[in-house]
């Protein structure tokens, strides 16, 4: 099983809709890391936000919300209203530890493809 | 202003040859990475380094070789034993590679084709 998996690969939105995009990991560490990233056409990716897997409160920064859910390994992210620019490729990562293992790994998603039509 | 750089953006490279990618941080970051991404995947892990004068291999590290003299720079290269090279390659620090909880910081990216 992969260990990120984006459920969506790719989505149209007309603009102004509210689209979430949904992530669900898989790990046997206790203490991981969750992130979201975006990666616009210019190709560069943008750090967005990080969960610590022992804090479950959902997060808002403007129009982007994010739901953590602990029970069902979901790290699910909302853009509300959502733009023109928001355009792009969101990666969700999971930085966690193999079984004996002492360093963190990041590992990603494959991507979903957001697609925001005027 | 901090960040990033890689270079160059685009990079054809001859059957039999080697090329090198720049990576260049200012951000005094301690650790860094190399990732490939193909279209439709994400980014795979071929080599990372959480101090200078060490590296360690990622998941695709054959075909790659990486040196790590100085804090600022992980330039990367992709020898003639990689058959597929054709991809974007990222570069990324962190302030530390230990701790997990790092965020990492990307560069633009570089094209690599095969003429």
């Known amino acids: 099983a992969q260990k990120v998996t984006q459920v969506q690969t790719e989505i149209s939105v007309v603009e102004k809709e509210d689209v979430t995009l949904d992530c669900v990991y898989e790990?046997?560490?206790?203490?991981?890391?969750l992130f979201w990233y975006k990666q616009p056409p210019s190709g560069e990716l943008v750090f967005l936000i990080r969960r610590n897997s022992f804090d479950e409160q959902n997060e808002i920064s403007g129009r982007y919300s994010w739901n953590f859910q602990k029970s069902t390994s979901s790290f699910n992210f909302t853009i509300s209203d959502s733009q023109f620019v928001d355009s792009a490729v969101y990666f969700c990562?999971?930085?966690?530890?193999?079984?004996?293992?002492?360093?963190?790994?990041?590992?990603f998603g494959k991507g979903t493809k957001l697609s925001v039509i005027p | 202003d901090g960040g990033i750089t890689q270079s160059p953006k685009y990079l054809f490279r001859k059957e039999g040859q080697n090329v090198t990618l720049s990576c260049e941080q200012n951000?005094?970051?301690?650790?860094m990475y190399w990732y490939r991404q193909d279209p439709g995947q994400g980014l795979r892990l071929i080599y990372y380094s959480q101090i200078v004068n060490d590296f360690q291999k990622g998941d695709i590290a054959e075909g790659y070789s990486v040196s790590r003299e100085k804090k600022e720079s992980f330039p990367l290269t992709v020898t003639s034993a990689q058959k597929n090279p054709t991809a974007f390659y990222l570069c990324?620090?962190?302030?530390?590679?230990?701790?997990?909880?790092?965020?990492?910081?990307f560069g633009d990216g570089t094209r690599l084709s095969i003429l």
């Open positions: 951000l005094n970051h301690d650790a």
């Open positions: 990562a999971l930085s966690d530890r193999n079984p004996g293992a002492g360093s963190y790994q990041l590992t």
């Open positions: 990324a620090s962190s302030l530390t590679g230990t701790g997990g909880n790092q965020p990492q910081h």
């Open positions: 790990t046997r560490d206790t203490t991981y890391y």
